[in-house]
């Protein structure tokens, strides 16, 4: 099997695994990090969000040797040591998740909005964030926690 190479979260990862492996199974079944999350399958929900050289992916959809030579960046990349992220904070400041199954996806979407809009619109915020689906319809508290995160979001 060929081996694949890609920073993972700030550190150098190689994996020997057949280069049609998606993303999602190589993070959690072969790495272990089981913060993003199966949902669909099919690049619809975004629960399996994460960012590759810095965009939001599905990584469900990207494959093992898509990413080799790249930046892979999961919910577990966003915290710094023992502080979370401010979307991490804020999620839970203001108790955003119901069931949570989907927030590590609209975290990551919500990331990446704000590193291109440090203080995104309500519209920017809807287009952002339109391919990430919540069954338990926390939109409108996630919608005011990228507006609280946004006050204090550091872009670099």
Known sequence: M???????????????????????????????????KYGCGIGQCGACTVHVDGSPVRSCLVTAASVDGSEVTTIEGLAEEDRLHILQQ???????AQCGY??????????????????PTDDDIDEAMSGNYCRCGTYVRIREAIHTAAGF????
């Open 2 to 36: 060929p081996k694949y190479q890609f920073l993972l979260n700030g550190k150098e990862f190689e994996v020997d695994v057949p280069g049609d492996m998606p993303l999602l199974w190589t993070l959690r079944d072969v790495i272990g990090l089981t913060g993003t």
């Open 90 to 96: 804020v999620w839970v400041d203001q108790d955003v």
């Open 102 to 119: 989907c927030q590590t996806g609209q975290i990551m979407s919500a990331a990446a909005l704000l590193k291109e809009k440090p203080n």
């Open 153 to 156: 979001y550091d872009a670099s």
